[in-house]
């Protein structure tokens, strides 16, 4: 199982946009989410599918925008 596998597969089951905090996406990643997604927003970039954690948003066909000031993050279903 991959590390971003429950986050995956959460999004996979979900339509329209899915609004999260980050506490919720670290309760379906083993471990949680490293430090640096809680403070920079390039850890979430939709355009590096060399990471796991990207691939396991886009996959899913979500994209990700998020908002380190209030620690939330949107997915957006890619069109």
Request: hydrophobic residues 30%.
């Amino acid at each position: 199982m991959a590390k971003y596998d429950g986050l995956h597969e959460h999004l996979r089951q979900r339509s329209g946009d899915v609004e999260m905090s980050f506490e919720e996406v670290s309760g379906l990643v083993p471990g949680g989410l490293p430090s640096s997604a809680h403070r920079y927003s390039a850890w979430w970039s939709n355009e590096d599918r060399t990471h796991s954690q990207s691939r396991s948003w886009n996959d899913a066909g979500f994209s990700a925008h998020p908002d380190i000031a209030r620690q939330r993050v949107h997915f957006e279903p890619r069109t």
